[in-house]
């Protein structure tokens, strides 16, 4: 029979107080004949406890022992060892918590001893299946991790440094330094913070054994205590900290300017920047907030930020080049694109979004009119020939390309002339011929030959083609077979001719009106360019017919706008139904009025018809206008490319390559009827995949692209941004135009477009114009650099990630934002630092002059549990007390007020410091809230209480300081996912113990510092962060820690492999075998918690010690 002792643990009064643990102790003995003997200690936990229950395992010949207590995270460790010092196995020991599941839960003593005496009746029960198990020793990486590079991670990461061990110092920012880097003085000794944390930067940015990895977060960890991996993402810095010499070269040229962030938003700073010239990595980084949203929104990428801000600065020739890396055709572009970067422009937001295309319009007409020639560099030429079918956009922009990379191409259009659909499709009064022609006779000039009126795969075949050295194909055909009404009457009477063929017949030159009035059918651009071109034409009358409302239309807006001024009638909500005519002329259209029904698979309305709304549109012609399709020749009579059931070329998404693997398509002949702009870009793409084909004989993956940015505007951003309508295009008057082919809109002027540029929000921070590179002489820049994963393996990770301030804006009544002169106690740090914005003046935002009076307000964000948080922020009081004492100093008669709930000042030194400010300085404490901050001739008035003097108190100020409370950090949950770390409901890291294991966590091997665990003072901060650092080397010295044996392992008799609980392991400790076909573990990364276990739909995992038998041995002994 199994020989068990058990031991109830009084806990002081914590316990006895409401438990009866003599009556436990003595029922327990009487009633289970597996206990040996039960006793009951008033701290079992100390030393007497201990050797009582070590000399009872000797005395009684005990095998298993059940202790009663509280707080098993911190005692059991404490029971297994003493236990284990009299010779007993300590996993035959059970730990049952009656403190904060009994005693501290309930006030009813007979109900919390109630509940005390099953728990113990369960631990007997359960502690009777419990076998000797022995624990596996492990070394231990001697490296350890510091997150978060405050003062509190740089003091944990020296001290590890200094005793011989190497150190990565993680660190979100661009720099280490943390909150204390952004202060002035610390308090109560009132030291410069710059004069005592720059030594420790400093020393740590040089220490052989520290590697510094900043704007670097953690995004996972597994292993366990000695043996961590962690997987480190860095962002990229742009500036090589090997090369850079902190001349400042760059940031002289950088035309953007974007609010500082370290500055709190008081002054502006350029993205390529070190926030002071003390910082450490005492190195220039460029801040990028990621991809603008107008580039985002761009089908083929063009970064619109990027040249619209050196448009603004008049650097119209770099400009230009920027454009071309993504787009060789500026000045069609200009004109014709369906303007997607306008649509999502965040300038929209305030007045109305940049006139991005207009400018781009205007680069390449500069360079026309200038006769200059802006090229990318191009490769030297190869030997490989390629040829392009079809001189579209399209085909044009792979041709381009690929004659950058240096091979020799050629282009093979059907059509007397080339440029696709923009010679055939757009009228002249949108895209100028001359406008077309050069850009073609600009892509001629960089060597590629184009070859009209030959359709190849009627002409000339593919194989014709390779056998004359073509190495490679792209099909950009385009798109140019009209779709037919399928009505009654189309047939029968002329003339009807679809859109696409009338614009084609116009853009060769035909001048001849169709007939006297028009009628198009359709609600796209080659609707509204097939109208506006008819009445060029001289038609007396033209009509559009569309069948939804103007709100659905496909068209460009300023097209259908201009297409009205011209006096164009459309026709909402128009189903043409007939066509009807006399003598086989038409006459006109019968129509039929609709209205909106339910979405269409497309999501948009589906129109319906109106029964008994017939009527007649009288017309000489009717020109559908209602889509188009790809008319793919005889190009796959002789290769079989797939075509879609759409009729167009079936393409792999990222590389444009068709089933025949020299073959590549892009533009109208994938997509069906698009836009110019993702033509060029499928050109582009299908350029760069065509050159891997050549060069490497594969298709290389494509590189993710940068997240967009996707917020609203700030109101900071909206206070910032400079004033400006959008710049009008001037225009041919509509009564003018219409009776022309003239081009109607006539440009932007330099200055026009230099004001636009000046508009810009710069959305993406930094706008890659490459300035800063082609000024920087040891070429430390490098815009193409990317995100990149470290994996470390660490032995200790001290977390010390530090605090965020709060957001005063929820507390409307005291003006912050709304005045400038009511700002938070960090920009109050920050406008008195020698480093800060005004050079260490203490001045007014608004007009920079000098503060006579201020007005400190406590309290802001803390301890208000409506609008803030419950807590107490800690160094809030300290804060005010210290900055009224700095701004006596800038200005001895100033005046002083601090409006307070409490004053608490638990510091050494803190209460002396606080009488200072009160008697010698002067300043006037003022014990009740503020209800509100109001502006009263020029000044500022705080109205508030005095609940010492019973009543209400304005006090007239020139600057209120908000003492704003401390938070932890807004990324708090991804940290805590990344490290398996606990968050209280704040987001502040859990503590093992808050007195006997303030620096450690649940997870061994992991340690807290500073204000990650809650708010702190900087002697906090440091002091934990020493401590933490002890923690790591201590288990550094031992070298080796004992791995519990208390892991999950798998039946593979049962498992059926569905993978369910690999996914849920938080340790990455599940794999599943391919060669066994069932799940594994790696029993030195599990840790034991049991979540596949319980998740396990067919039971094939258990935990070692915590088996089924064991489990429900404890429940039945609870209910027994």
């Given at each position: ?193 710059g004069c005592t944390l720059t030594p420790k930067t400093s020393e740590a940015g040089r220490h052989p054994n520290i590697e510094i990895l900043t704007k670097s977060e953690v995004v996972g960890v597994t292993g366990f205590v000695g043996n961590f991996t962690a997987r480190v993402l860095q962002k990229p810095r742009y500036v090589r900290t090997d090369k850079c010499t902190g001349c400042g070269d760059c940031q002289k040229v950088c035309p953007v300017d974007i609010p500082s962030a370290f500055e709190v938003g008081l002054a502006t700073r350029h993205p390529i920047s070190r926030p002071f010239p003390q910082a450490i990595p005492n190195t220039y980084s460029i801040l990028r907030a990621g991809m603008p949203p107008c580039q985002a929104a761009c089908p083929a990428g063009v970064n619109a930020q990027g040249y619209m801000t050196l448009a603004g600065e008049g650097k119209f020739e770099e400009a230009l080049a920027l454009v071309r890396e993504r787009m060789p ?792």
């Amino acid at each position: 029979m199994k020989r068990v002792g058990v031991y109830i643990c009084h806990c002081g009064t914590n316990i006895a107080g409401k438990v009866d643990v003599t009556g436990i102790s003595d029922q327990i003995g009487a009633e289970c004949e597996e206990v040996v003997v039960s006793r009951h200690y008033k701290y079992m936990c100390s030393e007497p406890g201990q050797k009582m229950i070590r000399e009872d395992i000797a005395e009684y010949s005990l095998d298993h022992v059940v202790e009663a207590s509280c707080s098993p995270k911190m005692h059991e460790p404490t029971f297994r060892n003493a236990v284990s010092m009299a010779g007993m196995n300590q996993y035959c020991f059970e730990m049952v918590n009656i403190r904060e599941h009994c005693s501290w839960v309930s006030e009813d003593g007979g109900l919390a001893t109630a509940k005390a005496k099953s728990l113990v009746k369960g631990g007997i029960a359960r502690v009777l299946h419990h076998k000797p198990l022995q624990g596996s020793r492990s070394a231990v990486t001697r490296t350890a991790m510091v997150v978060g590079g405050g003062i509190a991670g740089i003091t944990s990461a020296l001290k590890i440094a200094g005793a011989g061990y190497k150190v990565y110092l993680v660190e979100k920012d661009e720099i280490i330094g943390g909150r204390m880097s952004q202060f002035d003085k610390t308090f109560p000794t009132l030291d410069c913070a710059g004069c005592t944390l720059t030594p420790k930067t400093s020393e740590a940015g040089r220490h052989p054994n520290i590697e510094i990895l900043t704007k670097s977060e953690v995004v996972g960890v597994t292993g366990f205590v000695g043996n961590f991996t962690a997987r480190v993402l860095q962002k990229p810095r742009y500036v090589r900290t090997d090369k850079c010499t902190g001349c400042g070269d760059c940031q002289k040229v950088c035309p953007v300017d974007i609010p500082s962030a370290f500055e709190v938003g008081l002054a502006t700073r350029h993205p390529i920047s070190r926030p002071f010239p003390q910082a450490i990595p005492n190195t220039y980084s460029i801040l990028r907030a990621g991809m603008p949203p107008c580039q985002a929104a761009c089908p083929a990428g063009v970064n619109a930020q990027g040249y619209m801000t050196l448009a603004g600065e008049g650097k119209f020739e770099e400009a230009l080049a920027l454009v071309r890396e993504r787009m060789p055709f500026a000045s069609m572009c200009g004109r014709i694109c369906n303007r997607r970067c306008e649509s999502a422009c965040k300038r929209g937001q305030l007045d109305e979004p940049l006139a991005i295309c207009h400018t781009k319009r205007f680069l390449g007409d500069y360079e026309i009119e200038r006769g200059v020639d802006i090229q990318p560099p191009m490769m030297p030429r190869r030997e490989e020939k390629i040829a392009v079918v079809g001189g579209g956009p399209g085909g044009l922009s792979a041709a381009y390309y690929l004659t950058l990379e240096g091979y020799r191409v050629t282009v093979f259009e059907k059509l007397p002339l080339a440029g696709g659909m923009l010679a055939v499709g757009i009228p002249e009064y949108r895209l100028p011929k001359k406008v077309l022609d050069l850009e073609i006779k600009r892509l001629c000039n960089l060597g590629v030959e184009i070859r009209t009126g030959i359709e190849v795969g009627k002409d000339v075949s593919l194989n014709q083609l390779r056998s004359e050295g073509y190495r490679a194909f792209f099909l950009g055909i385009g798109a140019h077979r009209g779709y037919a009404l399928g009505i009654e009457g189309e047939k029968e009477f002329q003339p009807v001719l679809d859109g696409v063929t009338f614009l084609r017949d116009v853009g060769l030159g035909g001048r001849k009106a169709p007939a006297e009035s028009v009628i198009v059918i359709g609600g796209g651009n080659v609707a509204i360019d097939a109208a506006r071109s008819a009445l060029r034409l001289g038609c007396s009358k033209v009509f559009i017919a569309y069948r939804r409302t103007r709100a659905e239309m496909p068209a460009n807006e300023e097209e259908i706008h201009h297409a009205e001024q011209e006096g164009i009638e459309i026709h909402y909500l128009t189903i043409p139904k007939r066509v009807v005519g006399r003598n086989g002329r038409v006459t006109g259209l019968e129509c039929i009025k609709a209205r909106l029904g339910e979405p269409d698979q497309g999501g948009r309305r589906r129109p319906v018809p109106i029964e008994g709304s017939e009527f007649i549109i009288e017309a000489g012609a009717v020109i559908p206008a209602i889509g188009q399709e790809v008319d793919p020749g005889g190009l796959c009579a002789e290769d079989p490319i797939e075509v879609s059931r759409r009729g167009t070329l079936v393409v792999e998404k990222e590389t444009f390559q068709t089933n025949v693997s020299d073959v590549f398509a892009g533009g109208d002949a994938v997509l069906g009827p698009a836009t110019f702009v993702e033509a060029v870009a499928h050109g582009r793409l299908a350029a760069r995949a065509m050159h891997d084909f050549l060069q490497y004989g594969s298709l290389r993956e494509v590189k993710a692209t940068e997240k967009p940015v996707d917020r609203e505007l700030s109101e900071d951003e909206r206070s910032r941004a400079r004033s400006g309508n959008r710049q009008p295009m001037p225009m041919i008057a509509p009564e003018v135009r219409k009776r022309t082919f003239d081009e109607v809109e006539l440009g932007l002027t330099a200055e026009a477009a230099q004001l636009e540029g000046k508009r810009c929000l710069s959305c993406g921070h930094c706008c890659q114009c490459g300035e800063c590179a082609r000024n920087c002489g040891p070429q430390a820049i490098d815009l193409t650099e990317r995100e990149r994963i470290h994996t470390l393996d660490v032995g200790a990770i001290v977390v010390a990630t530090g605090i965020d301030v709060f957001d005063p804006r929820k507390y409307t009544e005291y003006g912050y934002g709304k005045y400038p002169d009511v700002i938070t106690n960090l920009q109050f740090e920050r406008l008195c630092n020698a480093s800060g914005p005004t050079g260490g003046k203490l001045v007014r935002p608004s007009d920079g002059k000098t503060p006579q009076s201020v007005v400190f307000i406590q309290c802001v964000g803390s301890r208000d549990r409506a609008r803030g948080n419950e807590y107490c922020s800690k160094v809030c009081c300290m804060i005010s007390a210290k900055q009224l004492s700095i701004f006596k100093h800038f200005n001895h008669d100033g005046q002083a007020y601090v409006f307070y709930i409490d004053n608490r000042t638990g510091g050494k030194g803190y209460e002396e410091f606080l009488r200072r400010a009160i008697e010698e300085e002067g300043a006037q404490y003022i014990r009740g809230r503020v209800s509100r901050v109001f502006q009263e001739g020029g000044r500022l008035i705080v109205r508030g209480e005095n609940s010492l003097a019973g009543g209400p108190v304005e006090v007239e100020a020139d600057m209120v300081v908000l003492a704003t409370g401390l938070t932890a950090r807004k990324d708090y949950l991804s940290v805590a996912r990344a490290l398996n770390l606990s968050t209280d409901k704040n987001g502040f890291f859990i503590e093992l113990h808050p007195k006997l294991g303030p620096v450690e966590t649940s997870l061994a091997g992991i340690y807290l510092a500073g204000a990650a665990q809650g708010p702190k003072d900087i002697p906090e901060s440091v002091a934990q962060g020493g401590a933490a650092a002890a923690e790591a080397l201590t288990l550094f010295s031992v070298g080796q820690v004992e791995v519990e044996p208390t892991v999950a392992s798998v039946n593979g008799t049962f498992c059926t492999g569905c993978k369910t609980c690999e996914g849920l392991c938080a340790y990455s400790a599940i794999s599943f075998s391919d060669e066994k076909k069932e799940a594994v573990v790696n029993q030195a990364m599990c840790q034991g918690c049991g979540t596949c276990a319980a998740a396990c739909p067919v039971a094939a995992i258990s935990v070692c010690h915590y088996t089924p038998d064991q489990i429900f041995a404890q429940i039945e002994g609870i209910l027994r």
